[in-house]
């Protein structure tokens, strides 16, 4: 099973993507985007269920 990881820092927005993602960075020290409230919850859903089938 894959480890939690912590988000430490909030580098600020991305600059595409209708969902206006945070980019942040990890206790890995690798860059994530995270979506919060304007992706709305369809969205993070299909999302999840296309990333579960990718594996």
Not at 24 to 53: H, N, P
């Amino acid at each position: 099973m894959n480890t939690p990881i912590t988000i430490t820092e909030i580098l600020g927005r991305a600059e595409q993507g209708m969902t206006r993602p945070f980019v942040c960075r990890g206790d890995d020290w690798m860059t994530y985007y995270v979506k919060g409230a304007y992706a709305g919850l369809r969205s993070l859903c299909c999302e999840w269920v296309a990333s579960a089938v990718a594996r």
